[in-house]
């Protein structure tokens, strides 16, 4: 029995809608399931391009800071040289305050004499020498005549040692200088410089540390002194 027209015509209906349902839903999936990987890429070359541009920032924030920790080493560098500079420009105007005062020592005769005294005992201390050849100032001959007595006997005393002194009275110490002597023995191969610039030139270089230390406190830094 034949099927008739209508029915097939229905048929073949049913079928095209069932094909064009099925290709509907296909697009459908296919057009999300684009539209969901093209954001998931999207997303990522978003968050690729954030992380390029937060490491540039980051990059360029870490070089900004690290020229600001370059610039502030610099500028406590230049402040502490600075501050040495003018420690030392002040330690140097002691000194030649230190040193003018000296000069004019000489001019307290008996201070003076004392002192010449105690200088030429301590040079023979040094030497332990039976002869000693002791040259001055050509002014200062006198004085140091005088006391040569008085500086013999404390060296005895003090070293139980016999010694012969002689001042020169042809060469003699610069008359610029404060003041002091220059004790020699063996032909000048043993020689003690006592004047007064030397001597306080030895107290200057135990003392500095001290000195600095009064002025401007203990420095935390230093490990070693003198």
Same mark, same amino acid.
């Given at each position: 029995?034949?099927?008739?027209?209508?029915?097939?015509?229905?048929?073949?209906?049913?079928?095209?809608?069932?094909?064009?349902?099925?290709?509907?839903?296909?697009?459908?999936?296919?057009?999300?399931?684009? $539209?969901?990987?093209?954001?998931? =890429?999207?997303?990522?070359?978003?968050?690729?391009?954030?992380?390029?541009? #937060?490491?540039?920032?980051?990059?360029?924030?870490?070089?900004?800071?690290?020229?600001?920790?370059?610039?502030?080493?610099?500028?406590?560098?230049?402040?502490?040289?600075?501050?040495?500079?003018?420690?030392?420009?002040?330690?140097?105007?002691?000194?030649?305050?230190?040193?003018?005062?000296? #000069?004019?020592?000489?001019?307290?005769?008996?201070?003076?004499?004392? !002192?010449?005294?105690?200088?030429?005992?301590?040079?023979?201390?040094?030497?332990?020498?039976?002869?000693?050849?002791?040259?001055? #100032?050509?002014?200062?001959?006198?004085?140091?005549?005088?006391?040569?007595?008085?500086?013999? =006997?404390?060296?005895?005393?003090?070293?139980?040692?016999?010694?012969? !002194?002689?001042?020169?009275?042809?060469?003699?110490?610069?008359? $610029?200088?404060?003041?002091?002597?220059?004790?020699?023995?063996?032909?000048?191969?043993?020689?003690?410089?006592?004047?007064?610039?030397?001597?306080?030139?030895?107290?200057?270089?135990?003392?500095?540390?001290?000195?600095?230390?009064?002025?401007?406190?203990?420095?935390?830094? #230093?490990?070693?002194?003198?």
């Amino acid at each position: 029995m034949a099927i008739p027209d209508a029915e097939v015509e229905r048929q073949i209906q049913q079928m095209i809608q069932f094909i064009d349902h099925e290709a509907e839903e296909k697009e459908t999936e296919i057009l999300a399931k684009a $539209d969901e990987e093209f954001n998931i =890429e999207k997303g990522r070359l978003v968050e690729q391009e954030k992380q390029k541009i #937060r490491a540039f920032y980051e990059k360029k924030e870490k070089n900004a800071e690290l020229q600001k920790k370059i610039q502030l080493s610099n500028q406590q560098n230049q402040a502490r040289l600075k501050l040495l500079k003018q420690r030392e420009d002040h330690l140097d105007n002691v000194m030649v305050e230190a040193t003018n005062k000296l #000069r004019v020592i000489s001019n307290d005769t008996a201070k003076y004499e004392m !002192m010449l005294q105690g200088l030429i005992t301590q040079g023979l201390c040094q030497l332990l020498e039976p002869k000693v050849l002791i040259k001055c #100032r050509q002014n200062d001959i006198k004085l140091v005549n005088k006391v040569l007595a008085k500086s013999k =006997e404390q060296y005895v005393a003090l070293s139980k040692l016999d010694v012969e !002194m002689k001042v020169d009275d042809r060469d003699f110490l610069p008359q $610029d200088i404060a003041g002091g002597v220059e004790l020699s023995s063996r032909q000048g191969k043993l020689k003690v410089v006592n004047t007064l610039e030397v001597r306080l030139e030895q107290i200057v270089n135990q003392k500095v540390p001290e000195v600095r230390s009064k002025l401007y406190g203990h420095n935390p830094n #230093r490990r070693f002194f003198d």
